[in-house]
């Protein structure tokens, strides 16, 4: 499984941005997309997930700002943010994984910088 994110960049507080992650080669219909994210000198961590049946989570910083979303026919999640800050500022990660196997598959990351 291959991931490419895309839709990173530098933005205002308080814009918005878009990010898109489609996913190719052995994609199996159950499965579970996400974002994470990881600043300078921080862990990686949860932003948003959702299953192919479209059941969502949230970090709680995110929510109420940011909106995950997924296209299963191109097999493609998607993160509209809104309402940015400059402690969302990041490498965003798209995750594609198995319930079976949740360690799964890591895109390469975008970089989302919001200037305050």
């Known amino acids: 499984v291959q991931l490419q994110a895309s839709g990173g960049g530098l933005v205002q507080a308080g814009g918005s941005l878009r990010l898109s992650c489609q996913a190719s080669g052995r994609i199996l219909r159950i499965n579970t997309m996400g974002w994470y994210r990881q600043a300078p000198g921080n862990q990686r961590e949860l932003v948003a997930t959702?299953?192919?049946?479209?059941?969502?989570n949230y970090a709680d910083s995110v929510k109420g700002r940011f909106t995950i979303s997924r296209d299963n026919a191109k097999n493609t999640v998607y993160l509209q943010m809104s309402s940015l800050k400059s402690e969302d500022t990041a490498v965003y990660f798209c995750k594609y994984s198995l319930p079976w196997a949740p360690d799964g598959y890591w895109g390469r990351g975008t970089q989302v910088t919001v200037s305050s």
């Open positions: 959702i299953t192919d049946g479209g059941d969502t």
